[in-house]
């Protein structure tokens, strides 16, 4: 069965500060995707990053950076200089691949990001 | 710009009274997808649509029906909204498997939040 945990519920730094948000997850299946996406307060799930099973390469895109780790099933997002902008509520996901094509995509509960200004 | 639009964004309903939540997206994508989320937690998949093809998950209940009339457009219909129902409802596109076991992202639209009175 697929399951994600995050299992910081809530998290507060202080402007420009770093911050590490913790997924950890279990599948059965040998090829996944694993996804992050940021939910501000408007509502809207917006994607930030996609990682296949087969690639442990760690990705950096700005202030952002992902670090996918096989051997613990973990995917962990990093912010560097966290901006007050960044406070969202972040969910980390894993797809399956249903048997018509599409994805099922497994959320974490999430973790609530404030940061202070 | 949008590429997936949900009307409209806030609906007030009254207990029982049905109610159809409205998603179309400029993607062209194959697959829609509708998902519940009540507050504080992570969305849940109700049920998406591969082109004209419905799945539901299995526990979706009775009471959240869709219609997909085009690629373009998927409604989620409410037939007898309960207190329970009250929830963000989101709306999610994604290409269809290419080949193997390639799966695309999923791109939400800004959800409708839906208060039962």
């Known amino acids: 069965a697929q399951k994600v945990t995050q299992a910081q519920t809530e998290i507060s730094v202080v402007e420009k500060e770093d911050v590490t948000l913790d997924c950890v997850y279990e599948?059965?299946?040998?090829?996944?995707?694993l996804f992050w996406y940021k939910q501000p307060p408007s509502g809207e799930l917006v994607f930030l990053i996609r990682r296949n099973s087969f690639d442990e390469q760690n990705e950096i895109s700005g202030r952002y950076s992902w670090n996918f780790q096989k051997s613990t099933s973990s995917f962990n997002f990093t912010i560097t200089a966290s901006q007050v902008v960044d406070s969202a509520v972040y969910f980390c996901a894993l797809s399956e691949v249903h048997q018509t094509g599409a994805n099922n995509l497994f959320f974490g509960t999430g973790t609530r990001l404030t940061v202070i200004p | 710009d949008a590429m997936v639009i949900q009307n409209p964004r806030y609906q007030v309903t009254q207990f029982g009274k049905p109610v159809t939540l409205s998603c179309s997206q400029t993607l062209n994508h194959n697959v829609m997808y509708w998902y519940q989320q009540k507050s504080s937690q992570a969305p849940k998949l109700l049920f998406h649509?591969?082109?004209?093809?419905?799945?539901n998950e299995a526990d979706t209940p009775d009471n959240f029906q869709s219609r997909r009339p085009n690629t373009s457009f998927c409604f989620l219909d409410i037939r007898s909204p309960g207190l329970g129902d009250a929830a963000m409802y989101l709306c999610?596109?994604?290409?269809?498997?290419?080949?193997?076991?390639?799966?695309?992202?999923?791109?939400f639209g800004p959800g409708t939040r839906l208060t039962v009175l």
């Open positions: 999610a596109t994604s290409r269809e498997r290419s080949s193997g076991y390639n799966t695309d992202t999923q791109y």
């Open positions: 649509y591969y082109d004209k093809d419905f799945n």
């Open positions: 599948t059965r299946d040998t090829t996944y995707y």
